[in-house]
Each structure stands twice: as C-alpha cells, then as structure tokens.
C-alpha cells in the first residue's frame, strides 16, 4: 500500500530533479517517507534534553551502590563504557541508516532503551545504596541471634 507511505507528499527518491531539492539515492527511500523537519527538531530536542538528564541520574545511583568502595575506579569505568558508546554507535547508526533506513534505526534505538527498561526493572531490587544494604544484614543477622 504505497499510498498509505506518502503522507503529505513526502518523497525521498527525487534525486534526478533539476531543481535543486535534495535526495535519497538509497534502495529504501522508494518506499520510505521523508522525515518532517517537526519530527527531526522534535527527536533532536528529546535527545538533547535526555541525555544529560539520564547521565547525571546514572552516575548518582552507581556512585550510591558502589558505597564506600573505590569510587574512581568505577566511576572512571562507567564514564568510559559511555564514552566508547559515543564512538561506536554513530558509526553502527550511520550504516544501520544507509543500509536499511530510518524505520530500522529508530527501531534499533527503541529496542535498546527498551531492553535497558527491562534489565533495570529485573534489577530494581539490587539498586539499593550499601549503606542500607550493610544495615540489612546486621539487622538480620542480630534477629538470628535473638532466636
């Protein structure tokens, strides 16, 4: 259903006109509708916005569960994995996008954050300062020797 892809009249594959507009020689924009500079503004804000956010909220709760131990160490690690990601992933966007296009790159990112959902969800319970952690196993350690 082709007509269903050109919302708006949105074509990318306009690459022979001689009128100066821009576009897309890639297999995909046959069947892809072109990205509206509302949807590309809008993705480029959330972004801008997030990833700060996200980070400093990130690096609060890793420094509250590494507790007393080397902070540099792990903090320097969890700043460096996130670095590497920075490298590396506009790279494997960059090809994912020339090589099958936008639904698959959006695809992909949604799929990664939404695995990052489901593996902070399964270990939501482990994400516990420890300070309280420690306080935990005294308590119960001190209810054991009362019986």
């Given at each position: 259903?082709?007509?269903a892809?050109?919302?708006?009249?949105?074509?990318n594959?306009?690459?022979?006109?001689?009128?100066?507009?821009?576009?897309?020689?890639?297999?995909?924009?046959?069947?892809?509708?072109?990205?509206?500079?509302?949807?590309?503004?809008?993705?480029?804000?959330?972004?801008?916005?997030?990833?700060?956010?996200?980070?400093?909220?990130c690096?609060?709760?890793?420094?509250?569960?590494?507790?007393?131990?080397?902070?540099?160490?792990?903090?320097?690690?969890?700043?460096?994995?996130?670095?590497?990601?920075?490298?590396?992933?506009?790279?494997?966007?960059?090809?994912?996008?020339?090589e099958?296009?936008?639904?698959?790159?959006?695809?992909?990112?949604?799929?990664?954050?939404?695995?990052?959902?489901?593996?902070?969800?399964?270990?939501?319970?482990?994400?516990?300062?420890?300070?309280?952690?420690?306080?935990?196993?005294?308590?119960?350690?001190?209810?054991?020797?009362?019986?």
């Open positions: 259903n082709m007509g892809f050109n919302y708006y009249g949105m074509r594959n306009n690459c022979d006109d001689d009128t100066g507009h821009g576009g897309c020689a890639l297999k995909w924009c046959e069947y892809t509708p072109a990205l509206t500079l509302f949807q590309f503004y809008l993705g480029y804000g959330i972004s801008a916005v997030s990833y700060p956010f996200c980070m400093a909220i690096q609060g709760m890793f420094s509250k569960v590494i507790g007393p131990r080397p902070q540099g160490l792990w903090m320097g690690l969890l700043t460096a994995v996130g670095s590497l990601a920075r490298i590396v992933s506009p790279i494997f966007v960059s090809e994912i996008y020339k099958f296009g936008t639904y698959w790159t959006f695809g992909l990112c949604a799929g990664s954050i939404g695995l990052a959902m489901v593996v902070t969800l399964a270990t939501y319970g482990r994400l516990v300062p420890l300070e309280t952690r420690m306080a935990r196993q005294e308590g119960s350690k001190k209810e054991s020797v009362k019986l």
